[in-house]
């Protein structure tokens, strides 16, 4: 609303436009006589009537107007068949049958879809700066770092993405979970992100990771430390990065020893813990890994 038009009717608002021509027939007249005499009745219901009118008018002004806000659409139901969202120069999104998706902003600032259900196959181009393309999922936020990737919606509302190319991160509030190429994590309602591993681990250190994923309060201190005994490799180290970053102290803490006595810390980063540190982190990940002197984790 243009708060100048109200008093020197400078500018333009349409919404105030259109409710002035509703009332411009009740508008004051100079009559050339006196008016006949009138009934005393109350004016209320007239003055209501008006009033109803005019926000109607205003109602109908606005949602005539663009809007930025996404609209939901509540009645989606699961794709019939394969569907692909064409993201321009940006990529683009395929939807297996019998997902449950939609597009709920789509611009040049960001890019997001809605996954309630099923699977997608997303190829975002080199094009998308990073972070433009996103997925809510139940579980997450799946943020696109420049990538290919596989996201996958459970019945229970879990959540795995598998990395082709590139990377991603699950974003949780304030917590960041980082998974790159050749990498896959799962996330849980009420819980968020869970612990990255790589696809090309071994069956018995995926199963270790999914337990302590999937565990309470309880039992998570001891499944974690059984996981960290696991972590022998320098291709491990992606996992105990972020079991480095665990809110439970008992964890984080020999998380981050058992991280640095297997490749190190990198070097300059006094504080292992600080967050401006994290990019060095990942070079030094990315240095360990390329050597090609790891077994599988």
């Known amino acids: 609303m243009n708060d100048n038009y109200l008093w020197d009717k400078s500018g333009r608002d349409p919404e105030i436009e259109a409710i002035e021509d509703l009332l411009a027939p009740l508008a004051h007249r100079e009559l050339s006589s006196p008016p006949a005499a009138m009934p005393r009745s109350p004016a209320w219901g007239s003055l209501l009537a008006v009033l109803a009118t005019a926000a109607a008018v205003l109602f109908a002004v606005r949602w005539a107007m663009p809007s930025d806000a996404p609209r939901k659409n509540p009645t989606l139901v699961p794709l019939a068949e394969a569907k692909e969202f064409d993201l321009g120069k940006y990529g683009s999104v395929n939807a297996h049958a019998g997902a449950v998706v939609e597009v709920i902003r789509q611009s040049s600032e960001e890019i997001r879809l809605r996954l309630q259900r099923g699977t997608i196959d997303a190829r975002i181009t080199y094009a998308a700066r990073p972070r433009l393309f996103q997925v809510e999922t139940p579980s997450t936020l799946c943020v696109d770092l420049g990538c ?10 879990s959540t795995l993405v598998t990395v082709d190319f590139g990377q991603v991160a699950f974003v949780d509030g304030g917590r960041e979970t980082w998974v790159p190429e050749g990498a896959s994590c799962r996330a849980y309602p009420a819980r968020g992100s869970g612990t990255p591993r790589w696809d090309e681990a071994t069956e018995k250190f995926t199963a270790a990771v999914e337990a302590l994923d999937r565990s309470g309060s309880e039992k998570r201190h001891e499944l974690a430390l059984a996981v960290i005994a ?17 809110p439970y102290p008992g964890i984080s803490s020999a998380a981050w020893t058992a991280l640095i006595d297997l490749i190190g810390a990198p070097e300059g980063v006094t504080d292992w813990r ?7 982190w990942k070079l030094r990940f990315e240095w360990k890994w390329s ?7």
Not at 148 to 157: F, K, Q, R, S
Not at 291 to 297: L, V
């Open 148 to 157: 290919h990737y596989t996201l996958t919606v459970e019945a229970d509302g």
């Open 230 to 246: 696991s972590c022998e490799s320098n291709r491990a180290a992606i996992t105990l990065w972020h079991l480095a970053h665990d």
């Open 274 to 280: 600080a967050p401006e540190a994290d990019e060095r």
């Open 291 to 297: 050597m090609g002197k790891y077994g599988k984790p």
